[in-house]
């Protein structure tokens, strides 16, 4: 059968089951004319036939009808046999098969449904029952098969997607650089909430040990929201220029991103320097959430601002310039909104404070790998639902 | 158990709807539904009951008798189909054998199958288990079909946005008398072509056509990437060779190996009266003088952007004086496959603009290509088709 990948528009259930192929196997010659006959009459336009349970393998084998009426009494091979056969056979699985029983006989009935038949046709057969059957099978097969194709396609082309999209991503030699470089471990954690997502992070290596950093959070999920974040991606690619200079930087990115987005898109995002000889992180935010700042000397946890309006909404934004010191051994992590929301409480304040509380328990612990996976689990352990926004955390650790 | 094997349908859970206003039928059926491993079977007496837990329950399957006074089952069909949301909702009907009219009835009035009085035991449950596998599939299959389609038709207004407005073709036609008529066809939801116009700063008009590999939602992020790049980029002093070396190296790191795009630029040099253009492996753009029987190609030839950083381009130019028509397109139109199992081809192409070259009007033009293109096949990649015309 060659479905059509066309989109469907309005109601899927509107198709053609008259160019389904159905094989009638019977060994009586009567039986198959009688059968073809009524199902042509009804209009069905593909219709073949086989004398035996081995021709109907072999048939099957060579092009599998999308049904098959069955008689149970054959030489040979009977109609249990074939039944039982195909079943084994994972490509055929799904094959409506329909056979024929005398109405008297429960076994025979039993038997049928044991091996694997879809459904029943009681003989001798009356045309309506017989119609009706092979119609609510097809109509079925083509709709499901309609849908299955549908998803096939998609999610392949959304696999292709999304392996551009971790293209993106920093790739583990930049990171191993940049820990090299300039001291500082960098970790990641990204939990997408359908194939696609709109959250999107970066490092931009500098020509000393300074190093530029950013997370995006595109409004809205899915394809549409990726696309943006694709967007995004190339305009801090082009302005890249600029990236020792955060509010400069921000700026010509909202520029752009203005021109771009149609209103109501927008994206909240955090770009900062670190620069491990000053010891300090340098950062803007365009309502983004904010950094927090775990220092290995043993004080309290620190949350860094969030302030700017989101980038897109209009052009002349300023954005102020934050530090927040980051000694060697500090962390620091960013993360995306996402993270606030899927904690317990409905609060945002609430929220930081908890996040604040597993940053302190959590972020010094061991290794790198270490506290990020227990940043994550933590989260996970809290999170009060199934993730329905996109979320991406980015942990900065100084070696000590 | 046959048909979708992929499915395995938690059926201790399924909640089945037994409809029979005879309290001995209700019992039996209950009773062999039980045996069956169902655990969650409600009653209803009579048809009314029958619609109000319909509505109140969500059940998974509705046995339904057909007999029954006041509402009989044949009307209680009609009225749970009259609820889109209950479209899927399997409803069985028990019909004796000999009723055959009134299974026709019943499947006029919206019922999915029936079971035969007197009941079988194995003939009832196989049929509740087929229609509530079926049921679970088409629910999964649904939920994901909507969800994307809500999703990707916002993508496909966002691509859409990328191209130029109608307002501003019509700007460009009263302004620089070029007038410029498009058709983009994405071949699914989304897809990999793009088109812009825009002016360099003596306001000459130029045209891009572009077409990256892939189709789909793989191939559409590029063209979003793309439009960002060209709308960072320089238009002073244009040079489409110049123009598409920069942008293939600004591209080139953004692409993941193996995709890349043909690309066709060009400036309308009405001082020169000529098309001025650069390819890199676009199909050739057709042109024709007014008054010709038939386009000429122009060499189109370039590597693709997105391979080799560095690529170096060529530009090339065609007459264009007064009254002359350009025609560009992508090459989901040449690259065509007619039904008779033949690549319809650029040359093939060109015959069909040949054949509507008398056609004055480019709206009718345009249209008149693209259906003879139909007529010869499916689209099964992303079709872009430009007729650009000057105005005399």
């Given at each position: 059968?060659?479905?059509?990948?066309?989109?469907?528009?309005?109601?899927?259930?509107?198709?053609?089951?008259?160019?389904?192929?159905?094989?009638?196997?019977?060994?009586?010659?009567?039986?198959?004319?009688?059968?073809?006959?009524?199902?042509?009459?009804?209009?069905?336009?593909?219709?073949?036939?086989?004398?035996?349970?081995?021709?109907?393998?072999?048939?099957?084998?060579?092009?599998?009808?999308?049904?098959?009426?069955?008689?149970?009494?054959?030489?040979?091979?009977?109609?249990?046999?074939?039944?039982?056969?195909?079943?084994?056979?994972?490509?055929?699985?799904?094959?409506?098969?329909?056979?024929?029983?005398?109405?008297?006989d429960t076994e025979d009935r039993n038997r049928a449904f044991a091996v694997g038949t879809t459904d029943l046709i009681i003989k001798p057969i009356d045309r309506k029952e017989l119609l009706a059957r092979v119609?609510?099978?097809?109509?079925?097969?083509?709709?499901?098969?309609?849908?299955?194709?549908?998803?096939?396609?998609?999610?392949?082309?959304?696999?292709?997607?999304?392996?551009?999209?971790?293209?993106?991503?920093?790739?583990?030699?930049?990171?191993?650089?940049?820990?090299?470089?300039?001291?500082?471990?960098?970790?990641?954690?990204?939990?997408?909430?359908?194939?696609?997502?709109?959250?999107?992070?970066?490092?931009?290596?500098?020509?000393?040990?300074?190093?530029?950093?950013?997370?995006?959070?595109?409004?809205?999920?899915?394809?549409?929201?990726?696309?943006?974040?694709?967007?995004?991606?190339?305009?801090?690619?082009?302005?890249?220029?600029?990236?020792?200079?955060?509010?400069?930087?921000?700026?010509?990115?909202?520029?752009?991103?203005?021109?771009?987005?149609?209103?109501?898109?927008?994206?909240?995002?955090?770009?900062?320097?670190?620069?491990?000889?000053?010891?300090?992180?340098?950062?803007?935010?365009?309502?983004?959430?904010?950094?927090?700042?775990?220092?290995?000397?043993?004080?309290?946890?620190?949350?860094?601002?969030?302030?700017?309006?989101?980038?897109?909404?209009?052009?002349?934004?300023?954005?102020?310039?934050?530090?927040?010191?980051?000694?060697?051994?500090?962390?620091?992590?960013?993360?995306?909104?996402?993270?606030?929301?899927?904690?317990?409480?409905?609060?945002?304040?609430?929220?930081?404070?908890?996040?604040?509380?597993?940053?302190?328990?959590?972020?010094?612990?061991?290794?790198?790998?270490?506290?990020?996976?227990?940043?994550?689990?933590?989260?996970?352990?809290?999170?009060?639902?199934?993730?329905?926004?996109?979320?991406?955390?980015?942990?900065?650790?100084?070696?000590? | 158990?046959?048909?979708?094997?992929?499915?395995?349908?938690?059926?201790?859970?399924?909640?089945?709807?037994?409809?029979?206003?005879?309290?001995?039928?209700?019992?039996?059926?209950?009773?062999?539904?039980?045996?069956?491993?169902?655990?969650?079977?409600?009653?209803?007496?009579?048809?009314?009951?029958?619609?109000?837990?319909?509505?109140?329950?969500?059940?998974?399957?509705?046995?339904?008798?057909?007999?029954?006074?006041?509402?009989?089952?044949?009307?209680?069909?009609?009225?749970?189909?009259?609820?889109?949301?209950?479209?899927?909702?399997?409803?069985?009907?028990?019909?004796?054998?000999?009723?055959?009219?009134?299974?026709?009835?019943?499947?006029?009035?919206?019922?999915?199958?029936?079971?035969?009085?007197?009941?079988?035991?194995?003939?009832?449950?196989?049929?509740?288990?087929?229609?509530?596998?079926?049921?679970?599939?088409?629910?999964?299959?649904?939920?994901?079909?909507?969800?994307?389609?809500?999703?990707?038709?916002?993508?496909?207004?966002?691509?859409?946005?990328?191209?130029?407005?109608?307002?501003?073709?019509?700007?460009?036609?009263?302004?620089?008398?070029?007038?410029?008529?498009?058709?983009?066809e994405p071949s699914s939801e989304l897809g990999g072509d793009f088109w812009d116009v825009r002016y360099d700063r003596q306001g000459r008009p130029i045209v891009w056509l572009v077409d990256f590999s892939g189709?789909?939602?793989?191939?559409?992020?590029?063209?979003?990437?793309?439009?960002?790049?060209?709308?960072?980029?320089?238009?002073?002093?244009?040079?489409?060779?110049?123009?598409?070396?920069?942008?293939?190296?600004?591209?080139?790191?953004?692409?993941?190996?193996?995709?890349?795009?043909?690309?066709?630029?060009?400036?309308?040099?009405?001082?020169?009266?000529?098309?001025?253009?650069?390819?890199?492996?676009?199909?050739?753009?057709?042109?024709?003088?007014?008054?010709?029987?038939?386009?000429?190609?122009?060499?189109?030839?370039?590597?693709?952007?997105?391979?080799?950083?560095?690529?170096?381009?060529?530009?090339?130019?065609?007459?264009?004086?007064?009254?002359?028509?350009?025609?560009?397109?992508?090459?989901?139109?040449?690259?065509?496959?007619?039904?008779?199992?033949?690549?319809?081809?650029?040359?093939?192409?060109?015959?069909?603009?040949?054949?509507?070259?008398?056609?004055?009007?480019?709206?009718?033009?345009?249209?008149?290509?693209?259906e003879k293109l139909r007529s010869l096949g499916s689209f099964n990649d992303d079709v872009t088709a430009l007729v650009l015309k000057r105005l005399s």
């Amino acid at each position: 059968m060659n479905l059509p990948v066309a989109m469907f528009g309005g109601d899927i259930r509107q198709f053609d089951i008259m160019d389904c192929s159905i094989l009638v196997v019977d060994d009586t010659e009567f039986n198959r004319t009688l059968i073809t006959a009524m199902l042509q009459e009804d209009g069905f336009r593909r219709i073949d036939h086989a004398i035996d349970g081995v021709e109907a393998l072999r048939k099957i084998a060579e092009e599998p009808p999308d049904l098959m009426i069955l008689d149970i009494v054959m030489p040979g091979l009977d109609g249990f046999e074939v039944c039982q056969r195909l079943r084994s056979d994972e490509r055929f699985a799904d094959l409506p098969v329909l056979v024929q029983t005398a109405l008297s006989d429960t076994e025979d009935r039993n038997r049928a449904f044991a091996v694997g038949t879809t459904d029943l046709i009681i003989k001798p057969i009356d045309r309506k029952e017989l119609l009706a059957r092979v119609r609510i099978h097809l109509e079925n097969r083509v709709l499901i098969q309609k849908l299955q194709l549908y998803r096939a396609r998609l999610e392949s082309e959304l696999f292709m997607a999304r392996e551009m999209y971790n293209h993106l991503l920093p790739a583990p030699a930049l990171m191993n650089a940049i820990g090299q470089n300039s001291a500082v471990q960098i970790r990641s954690h990204t939990a997408l909430s359908s194939e696609l997502g709109g959250t999107m992070w970066d490092l931009l290596p500098m020509d000393d040990e300074r190093f530029g950093v950013y997370l995006l959070d595109v409004t809205g999920i899915g394809v549409s929201a990726a696309l943006n974040a694709f967007r995004l991606h190339t305009v801090f690619n082009e302005v890249a220029a600029w990236a020792a200079d955060p509010t400069r930087f921000l700026s010509e990115v909202n520029q752009r991103a203005v021109e771009l987005f149609e209103s109501g898109e927008r994206a909240a995002i955090i770009y900062g320097v670190v620069d491990p000889i000053e010891d300090c992180f340098t950062y803007v935010t365009a309502a983004a959430e904010r950094p927090i700042l775990a220092g290995s000397d043993g004080a309290e946890v620190r949350l860094g601002v969030m302030d700017g309006l989101p980038v897109g909404v209009s052009a002349d934004v300023r954005y102020r310039l934050h530090v927040l010191p980051f000694k060697p051994g500090d962390r620091l992590l960013l993360y995306s909104n996402a993270v606030l929301n899927g904690l317990v409480s409905t609060d945002r304040g609430a929220a930081e404070t908890v996040l604040n509380d597993l940053a302190g328990s959590c972020l010094l612990s061991g290794s790198a790998d270490d506290a990020c996976l227990r940043v994550v689990a933590k989260l996970e352990g809290m999170s009060a639902k199934e993730p329905d926004d996109d979320m991406t955390l980015v942990l900065l650790a100084r070696d000590p | 158990m046959s048909g979708k094997a992929a499915t395995t349908v938690n059926l201790i859970n399924a909640r089945v709807l037994v409809v029979d206003d005879n309290r001995v039928n209700r019992l039996l059926l209950m009773a062999l539904l039980q045996r069956g491993g169902f655990a969650n079977i409600s009653v209803a007496e009579d048809g009314a009951d029958a619609l109000l837990q319909v509505e109140a329950l969500c059940p998974d399957l509705v046995l339904l008798d057909l007999m029954m006074p006041n509402l009989d089952g044949f009307e209680v069909c009609r009225r749970i189909r009259a609820d889109p949301s209950n479209r899927d909702l399997p409803i069985l009907v028990q019909s004796s054998l000999s009723g055959s009219e009134d299974r026709t009835r019943a499947f006029a009035a919206g019922a999915t199958d029936f079971v035969s009085k007197p009941i079988n035991s194995t003939e009832l449950l196989s049929r509740v288990r087929i229609h509530l596998e079926n049921r679970t599939l088409l629910k999964s299959l649904r939920h994901y079909h909507r969800r994307r389609q809500d999703d990707l038709s916002l993508a496909r207004s966002m691509q859409e946005r990328l191209l130029p407005q109608s307002s501003q073709l019509v700007r460009m036609e009263t302004e620089k008398g070029l007038r410029l008529r498009a058709h983009f066809e994405p071949s699914s939801e989304l897809g990999g072509d793009f088109w812009d116009v825009r002016y360099d700063r003596q306001g000459r008009p130029i045209v891009w056509l572009v077409d990256f590999s892939g189709h789909g939602v793989g191939a559409a992020p590029n063209t979003f990437r793309l439009h960002a790049i060209l709308r960072q980029m320089d238009l002073n002093n244009f040079d489409p060779a110049e123009h598409l070396w920069d942008v293939n190296d600004r591209i080139c790191p953004l692409l993941r190996n193996g995709q890349f795009a043909t690309m066709l630029v060009g400036v309308i040099d009405k001082a020169h009266d000529r098309f001025q253009y650069a390819s890199a492996g676009a199909p050739p753009p057709l042109i024709w003088q007014a008054g010709m029987d038939g386009p000429v190609f122009g060499d189109s030839s370039g590597l693709p952007i997105g391979i080799r950083t560095g690529a170096q381009y060529e530009n090339r130019a065609l007459p264009m004086g007064a009254g002359s028509r350009l025609f560009l397109f992508s090459d989901g139109a040449s690259e065509l496959w007619t039904d008779d199992d033949q690549v319809l081809g650029e040359e093939g192409l060109a015959e069909i603009v040949t054949s509507l070259i008398e056609q004055q009007d480019d709206d009718h033009f345009l249209n008149g290509i693209l259906e003879k293109l139909r007529s010869l096949g499916s689209f099964n990649d992303d079709v872009t088709a430009l007729v650009l015309k000057r105005l005399s």
